[in-house]
T-cell receptor, first 112, second 115 residues
Framework: GQSLEQPSEVTAVEGAIVQINCTYQ??????LSWYQQHDGGAPTFLSY????GLEETGRFSSFLSRSDSYGYLLLQELQMKDSASYFC?????????????FGKGTRLHILP | EPEVTQTPSHQVTQMGQEVILRCVPI?????FYWYRQILGQKVEFLVS????????KSEIFDDQFSVERPDGSNFTLKIRSTKLEDSAMYFC?????????????FGPGTRLTVT
């Protein structure tokens, strides 16, 4: 079966750092992506890890350990606009195209 | 910046009716997808489409669903006989050949309400 586990909710303070963990168990694995979704909006791509290690994009970083089937998203210098849901997603590329299997999402609440 | 567009933004239909949800992917993209998201739940994969044919579909995508690329720009999802449980947000997404990170670009979604 396919399963991705991530916390349902996380609360942090503006300006702080927060880490959202994700563990996965999927039949196919090509890489781990993170998507952000604001209320009523569409998912937007944040980052991708195809290999083990840390990828940094501005205030956001993402980490992958394939041997542990584990990854995390790190958000630094939190801003109120970062309040959203964050989905880890496995990229399952078994054909020439890509299928994304999404986790249930982590709702990030930011306090002033 | 190019974007995926979807119409309508909100569709209300009666149970048993047919609906067609429309999407215009980014123009040079080759891979197209439909996802759905029931309110408060995760985004679920429905179907992927490449080279004018379905390349993969999920268990949700049963005989009531079909997709079509009727011309060079539109990509549609048809639900033949809607059920109450089809009420959800439906997202179209597309991906280009050059997107080596696998980034899929999502449209704004169509909220389908079946009454």
């Amino acid at each position: 079966g396919q399963s991705l586990e991530q916390p349902s909710e996380v609360t942090a303070v503006e300006g702080a750092i927060v880490q959202i963990n994700c563990t996965y168990q999927t039949s196919g694995f090509y890489g781990l992506s993170w998507y952000q979704q604001h209320d009523g909006g569409a998912p937007t791509f944040l980052s991708y890890n195809g290999l083990d290690g840390l990828e940094e994009t501005g205030r956001f970083s993402s980490f992958l350990s394939r041997s542990d089937s584990y990854g995390y998203l790190l958000l630094q210098e939190l801003q109120m606009k970062d309040s959203a849901s964050y989905f880890c997603a496995v990229r399952d590329r078994r054909n020439r195209d890509d299928k994304i299997i999404f986790g249930k999402g982590t709702r990030l609440h930011i306090l002033p | 910046e190019p974007e995926v567009t979807q119409t309508p933004s909100h569709q209300v239909t009666q149970m048993g009716q047919e609906v067609i949800l429309r999407c215009v992917p980014i123009s040079n993209h080759l891979y197209f997808y439909w996802y759905r998201q029931i309110l408060g739940q995760k985004v679920e994969f429905l179907v992927s489409f490449y080279n004018n044919e379905i390349s993969e579909k999920s268990e949700i995508f049963d005989d009531q669903f079909s997709v079509e690329r009727p011309d060079g720009s539109n990509f549609t999802l048809k639900i033949r006989s809607t059920k109450l449980e089809d009420s959800a947000m439906y997202f179209c997404a597309s991906k280009g050949l050059a997107d080596v990170l696998g980034e899929q670009y999502f449209g704004p979604g169509t909220r389908l309400t079946v009454t």
